[in-house]
């Protein structure tokens, strides 16, 4: 865990938190692989390949969730890792 608690908003929803927010990555038969907390405030793709760093793995493929959608992102995990990142767009 790095940062303290902070406030965070979700621009997609316009709901205002305090706290963390917790980011994991879980395989399909639900086993927890790797999670940071990081405070509510932070940017939701920036901890992304932080957490890849923090556990020993060989993923092709993360999906996200809508706030995982980043073109930069995308590139950089494909480039860099060889992990397609698959998640949801929004209009």
């Known amino acids: 865990m790095f940062g303290t608690a902070d406030d965070g908003v979700c621009s997609r929803k316009a709901l205002k938190s305090f706290g963390y927010t ?3 990555v ?4 639900g086993l927890i692989l790797g999670f940071l907390l990081t405070p ?3 940017y939701d793709n920036q901890p992304v390949v932080e957490l890849l760093d923090s556990f020993a793995h060989h ?3 993360l999906l996200g969730e809508g706030a995982s959608t980043d073109a930069a992102l ?3 995990l494909a480039q860099s890792r060889s992990v397609q990142l ?3 767009r929004h209009p």
């Open 86 to 88: 698959l998640a949801p």
């Open 74 to 76: 995308e590139t950089s």
């Open 59 to 61: 993923l092709k493929q």
């Open 40 to 42: 509510a405030s932070r």
């Open 26 to 29: 879980v395989s399909l038969t």
């Open 22 to 24: 917790f980011k994991s």
